[in-house]
């Protein structure tokens, strides 16, 4: 029995909740570091907070990948699970930002890194069976579209999520002032309308988008010798402690991903962390005392016009993806957009000007959508479709891993050998991804012919 071929609109409604997750992840990504700054966080401790994000990644995505793969229900395998990570995010985003409502029974900042962490938790719920999903549902010959079309989307969110503070003060008029202590009034509303249209988008993925039951998927395993064996709820006794037998077993494919997935998000996370901090001081001249005055919510407001570049550039460049990936191969796709990405990286401390680093973000939009992609389609073929949603979260743990870190060890880098000039932060990031890059050739990948 073979997977039906989807058409590319059922592909894209099957992925369509990662634009409404994105959306409220590049929110995150591009105003958490400022909103902890205006709760009281110095630039040198950012980092410690931020490590709520991967901690809650190694924690929820392998056990939501373990649950998701024993789980049918009448609403689905994977499709429960986004839903309600949907739901707990959204309830995060409208509170972060209006952290100091809860001043009277604790500090801002607490609330604020609070907020963070639920927000965390919820997006690796959301995100891990989606990916599993896009293995669950489309044959091999289509996987590297349906992982580029999941990076479009998620392109396409994050674009909206980045540029949406900078719109509402420039386009609508909506104040961007703030007082100490107080996140301004455009961040607050970016992030109510990010949860609105996060829920939304993942109902439409819910009400349009089938699953093939147990059985079924046990009939497409090569691999499996007796479709008997398919998991129902209840008719296979298993438990948590299977994630590390899985881990033990995991292919060959995955081990040699696990180093460019750790050069790639350590290079990720310090872009993430530091970005606002180091173009505020390095092309904005202002020191890192700085962040409650106008010109540093400027140069914030910016950096998510740039992170909405990168984005967006992330977007158009993963649908060439399948094309250049059948031409030269996932490998060597995978290693050249690195290397673009990190010479995008390296080159923002040369940039003369806050305009000359869209041309940096645009390199950096390559790289991100390789990465978001082709390691994906790698790993897939060499994965069980009993065990895809499992691996889907162990590989997560080469993600959150070097991002955790770059949270214990990249504040004291900044503070005591960076000179409090987060700018070398993200120096060090682009020669993370070019480290990534040469290491995409010693992966095995398990089709050997690519197909888009």
Not at 211 to 220: I, K, R
Not at 271 to 277: D, E, G, N, Q, R
Not at 289 to 300: C, I, M, N, R, V
């Amino acid at each position: 029995m073979e997977k039906r071929r989807l058409s590319f609109w059922e592909i894209w409604n099957m992925s369509f909740g990662f634009l409404g997750i994105q959306m409220g992840f590049a929110l995150q990504n591009a105003n958490a570091s400022r909103i902890l700054q205006i709760f009281g966080a110095d630039v040198h401790e950012l980092s410690w907070f931020w490590i709520i994000a991967p901690l809650m990644g190694l924690i929820v995505q392998p056990i939501i990948g373990h649950y998701s793969d024993k789980t049918w229900s009448k609403f689905g395998r994977r499709k429960p699970y986004f839903l309600v990570g949907a739901i707990l995010a959204s309830i995060g985003l409208v509170l972060m930002p209006q952290a100091d409502i809860f001043i009277a029974f604790l500090p801002a900042l607490w609330v604020g890194a609070g907020m963070l962490m639920i927000m965390d938790a919820s997006f690796n719920i959301a995100m891990e069976p989606f990916r599993a999903l896009v293995g669950d549902n489309l044959r091999t010959d289509q996987r590297t579209l349906g992982f580029s079309v999941q990076t479009a989307l998620i392109g396409f969110g994050a674009v909206i999520g980045s540029w949406l503070p900078y719109a509402l003060t420039n386009w609508f008029g909506v104040s961007n002032e703030t007082t100490e202590g107080a996140v301004p009034f455009n961040l607050i509303l970016s992030f109510i309308i990010g949860a609105i249209i996060l829920i939304v988008s993942i109902l439409i993925t819910v009400t349009t988008t089938k699953e093939y039951s147990p059985e079924e998927l046990a009939s497409f395993d090569e691999n499996q010798s007796d479709s008997n064996t398919a998991i129902k709820e209840g008719e296979e006794k298993s438990s948590l402690l299977d994630i590390f037998e899985d881990f033990k077993k995991m292919p060959a494919t995955m081990r040699q991903l696990s180093w460019v997935q750790f050069f790639s998000w350590f290079g990720l996370f310090g872009m993430w962390v530091f970005a606002t901090p180091a173009i505020a001081q390095h092309t904005y001249g202002l020191s890192h005392t700085d962040s409650s005055s106008a010109l540093y919510q400027d140069a914030g407001d910016w950096v998510g016009i740039l992170f909405g570049v990168y984005n967006l550039v992330s977007a158009f460049y993963a649908f060439a993806l399948p094309y250049i990936a059948k031409q030269i191969g996932r490998k060597k796709t995978h290693s050249v957009s690195l290397i673009i990405g990190g010479i995008g990286l390296l080159s923002i401390y040369i940039m003369p000007d806050k305009n000359w680093l869209i041309l940096s973000m645009v390199a950096v939009g390559i790289a991100w959508a390789s990465i978001l992609a082709m390691p994906y389609a790698i790993l897939a073929g060499s994965i069980s479709p009993k065990k895809m949603g499992v691996y889907m979260g162990i590989f997560n743990f080469f993600i959150v891993i070097p991002q955790i870190i770059n949270a214990l060890i990249g504040g004291p880098l900044v503070k005591y050998a960076y000179g409090n000039h987060a700018i070398f932060a993200l120096v060090m990031s682009g020669v993370s991804f070019l480290i990534a890059a040469s290491l995409v050739y010693k992966v095995k990948d398990v089709d050997d012919v690519i197909q888009s």
